[in-house]
């Protein structure tokens, strides 16, 4: 099995196909919108891309019909709203938490053995319901945020040491939300050296600071959500998957025990293999940190008490 699935064909959906198929992660991907027709002319967008690149893909654009998305190993869920300007990612929890259940549902029933990474938000509360209902072993259910919120974080700190931000080594855990992301400074080095030898303690809080609100930086700027490094993240987790490459990066996956925590879905370190996530990895991080990551989880399980109250968590 190699199909991918991206449900939702807009920004981030449409971006994160865009990048599986410039990378050759497969040759086989499903776009599959609400909106009539939407799906179908990024798929033939992204078709017309194929002789200018020199790439070999299939991508199948469709409005609705699940079908065509039969036996996919993974499926992205990016189908939702995105967040305007002024909006926490939280303000989206009932119209995507509709959204989000109903696609899994439909997804599931022609994919039964798919791993799921889901991107819609607020994403550790989707995550969580979709762990929660789906029936599938924790492993297979993957939450889309650390990836992307230690890239920002790479970033600012790559533009403050005035480095390429490949040699920059950086960790962002906790829940995917502007107060609540914890960026791993004890961790974070330039080529091994760790930064808080190269920047003052400042610096290192402006970069934490502009890491944290780095999605509301953009949204502002755009008029929406995100989308590039948003859709190229989410494409990373479905490539290590896919092709097994057991890449370690920050995800939000459901929690036994694991960094002190049960029964949330929140960013940790894990392993990206074939299973899905195959490890959660232990960092150690610092009694700072830990604190930090401990008071993302309350408020990230307040969030998912808005689903509870709203009677979500209702079967399938
Ligand atoms: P977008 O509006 O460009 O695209 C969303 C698409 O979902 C639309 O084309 C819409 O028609 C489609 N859709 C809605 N309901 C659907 C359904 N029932 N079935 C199939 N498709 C449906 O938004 P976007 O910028 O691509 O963002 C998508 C989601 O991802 C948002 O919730 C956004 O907040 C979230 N996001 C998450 C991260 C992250 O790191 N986890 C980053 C960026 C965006």
Redesign the pocket.
Known sequence: MSKITV???????ATCADVLAKRNVTADIVL????EG?AEGKAMDLMQTVTLTDIFVRVTGVTGDFSATADSAIIVV??????KPSMT?EE?IGV?AS?VK??VKKALTYSPDATLII???P?DAMCYLTAKISGLPRHKVIG??GK?DGARFKYYLSQSLQVNANDIEATVIGG?GDTTMVPLVSLATCKGVPVTQLLSKEKLDAIVAATKVGGATLTKLLG????YA?GAAAAFMAESILKDKKRVCACSVLLDGEYGETDIAIGVPVLLGQKGCEKIVDFPITDEERAAFKASAEATRSVNQILYDSGFFLPL
């Not at 449900?7 to 959906?13: D, E, K, R, S, T």
């Not at 599959?32 to 909106?35: L, N």
């Not at 929406?224 to 989308?227: C, L, Y």
């Open positions: 449900i939702g064909a807009g920004n981030v959906g599959i919108d609400v909106k939407f990016t189908s939702g709203i995105p967040r990612r989206l995507n959204i109903d696609v991107v819609s938000n994403m889309l945020g992307l995917h929406t959500s995100a989308w948003p």
